[in-house]
Each structure stands twice: as structure tokens, then as C-alpha cells.
């Protein structure tokens, strides 16, 4: 397959293409296997879109932030070109704070937009380094793609919400610090970004840190029920 389209003035690349069809599985995914009523699957599911389309727009103005020299002379050569890990550890923080004040704003539940975003953020992943790998005959490291193969069996086969509290945390921390482990000896990559171990590592402590909150609070819970 042909790795860019042209389209106008425009150079699409194949990988893009793939990416938004990667997102766009992962929506589906999360709707048919989330536990959730169907009410709440479709809030739950325009706030991932809101989230998805913010992230989106951040890292296209990140990436004219990062080049401004060439943003102001050709606006349009830089959509054209390659984003860096500069622009998506940006985008990340910015849309991290703007998750974060949109849930406490609207009042969702914390553990509900994580148990979503798992199930989206796994499938979407999984579906792009497979394309890349069959389709585009890219370089992808098999151990991450079994590794997120892996992670999605769980999610499908494990529907206990009684431990959910537990199990989403485990499965955020133990992907960040096993893509630090992963990234020692192969090239391990987020939707085409190649991103320094620290971005996981922080991820991971980040997971295990609420994990360590979650069992805590729960515990309190059983010693105040006696």
C-alpha cells in the first residue's frame, strides 16, 4: 500500500488514515463491550469524542507552535509536516488538564472515563500497530502488540465491576511501566510517536498511585462497615 495520498494541496499520509480508523474501531469497541446502560454509553461516548477532538487540535497547534517560522510563511505545509514527541508530550499535559476540569465540571465519574478510555485507548492502539505491521509493512515491536493483545482479552473476559477500582489502575500502571521495560530493548511507539521511556514511566507510577488510593479507600470502606 501507497504510504501518502496527495489530495489537492494536501499530502495525507496512509498512516494518518490508519490512525483514524484506529480511533474509530476503538469507540466501537468500547460501546459493545463496556458494562455501561446505553444512556450512559452514548454520554460516556461523546465526551471521548470532545477529549479525542481536543487532543487532536492541541497537537496541530503544538506542531505550529514548535514551527512557527514555517507556520507563518506556509500555514498549510505545516499540517504537512511530521509531529514530534515535543508536540505530543504538550498535547498530552494541555488536554490532560482539560480532561481533567471537564470531568469535576460535568460531573462524571473518574472511574467510569477510565474504564472507558482503557477499553478505547487498547483496541484504537492494538488496531493501528497491527495495520502498520500488515498493511503498511512497517517495523512494530511484537512484544508490544501482544502485550495490548493481552490487555484487550482481559478487558473482554473480565466483567467484574466489583473490582474495577482495582483492576483499571493495575492495568494503566502496569502498561507505563511495562512500556519502559519494552522500550529497552525495542522500539516501542503510540499511535506513530516514538516517546521517551520517562512520558511511561510517569504514566505508570501515575496508575499505580491511584491503585494504592483505590485499595486504601476501599479498605476504610470495610473497617467503617464493620
Not at 74 to 99: C, E, Q, R
Not at 179 to 195: A, D, E, P, R, T
Not at 199 to 222: C, D, P, Q, T, W
Amino acid at each position: 500500500m501507497q504510504q501518502a495520498i496527495l489530495l489537492g494541496p494536501f499530502v495525507i499520509r496512509s498512516s494518518d488514515i490508519f490512525l483514524i480508523i484506529s480511533l474509530a474501531i476503538g469507540l466501537v469497541f468500547f460501546l459493545l463491550t463496556t458494562t455501561l446502560s446505553k444512556a450512559l454509553r452514548r454520554v460516556y461516548l461523546y465526551l471521548f469524542v470532545d477529549l479525542i477532538s481536543f487532543f487532536i487540535l492541541i497537537l496541530i497547534a503544538a506542531k505550529a507552535l514548535l514551527h512557527i517560522e514555517l507556520f507563518l510563511s506556509d500555514p498549510l505545509a505545516v499540517l504537512a509536516h511530521p509531529s514530534n514527541a515535543n508536540g505530543f508530550y504538550l498535547a498530552t499535559l494541555i488536554s490532560g488538564l482539560y480532561a481533567y476540569r471537564k470531568i469535576r465540571v460535568d460531573l462524571f465519574s473518574f472511574d467510569l472515563v477510565i474504564e472507558g478510555f482503557i477499553r478505547l485507548f487498547f483496541s484504537a492502539n492494538f488496531v493501528y500497530l497491527f495495520s502498520l505491521l500488515i498493511l503498511l509493512d512497517r517495523e512494530v515491536s511484537i512484544y508490544q502488540l501482544t502485550f495490548h493483545f493481552v490487555t484487550l482479552l482481559i478487558i473482554i473476559f473480565y466483567q467484574d465491576r466489583n473490582y474495577y477500582h482495582i483492576l483499571n489502575p493495575l492495568i494503566v500502571g502496569t502498561w507505563g511501566l511495562g512500556h519502559v521495560v519494552l522500550s529497552l530493548s525495542s522500539q516501542v511507539q503510540l499511535f506513530g510517536f516514538y516517546l521517551s521511556y520517562q512520558y511511561y514511566f510517569i504514566i505508570g507510577i501515575i496508575g499505580f498511585l491511584h491503585l494504592y488510593n483505590a485499595y486504601k479507600s476501599r479498605s476504610k470502606e470495610k473497617i467503617l462497615k464493620g
